[in-house]
């Protein structure tokens, strides 16, 4: 088993940036894949960024350049820096981990908002 907690979420302005972290525990060592999703209301969760174990990345399209994910294995940690932020960036961002199965945190909000 696999826990995930999220935090870094928040309220901040269009054009600021926050970052997220997420913290696995548990069964760390099987985890290949980690990586952040979001879903905005009303829409469906979806990919914002995937760091596999050697570093290789992966982002939507939509916040190529702005967004940049990476990876402290000593730490068993993700992050997420988000620079530029839109209005449309705005939803729950969820941490995921991959090992033989999928694990989610629990998710935390971010809004971009004036």
């Known amino acids: 088993q696999v826990q995930l907690v999220e935090s870094g979420g928040g309220l901040v302005q269009p054009g600021g940036s926050l970052r997220l972290s997420c913290a696995a525990s548990g069964s760390i060592f099987s985890i290949n894949v980690m990586g952040w999703y979001r879903q905005a209301p009303g829409k469906q969760r979806e990919l914002v960024a995937i760091?596999?174990?050697?570093?290789?990345?992966n982002y939507a399209d939509s916040v190529k350049g702005r967004f940049t994910i990476s990876r402290d294995n000593a730490k068993d940690t993700v992050y997420l820096q988000m620079n530029s932020l839109k209005p449309e960036d705005t939803a729950v961002y969820y941490c995921k981990a991959v090992d033989t199965r999928d694990y989610w945190g629990q998710g935390t909000q971010v809004t971009v908002s004036s």
């Open positions: 760091i596999g174990r050697g570093g290789s990345t």
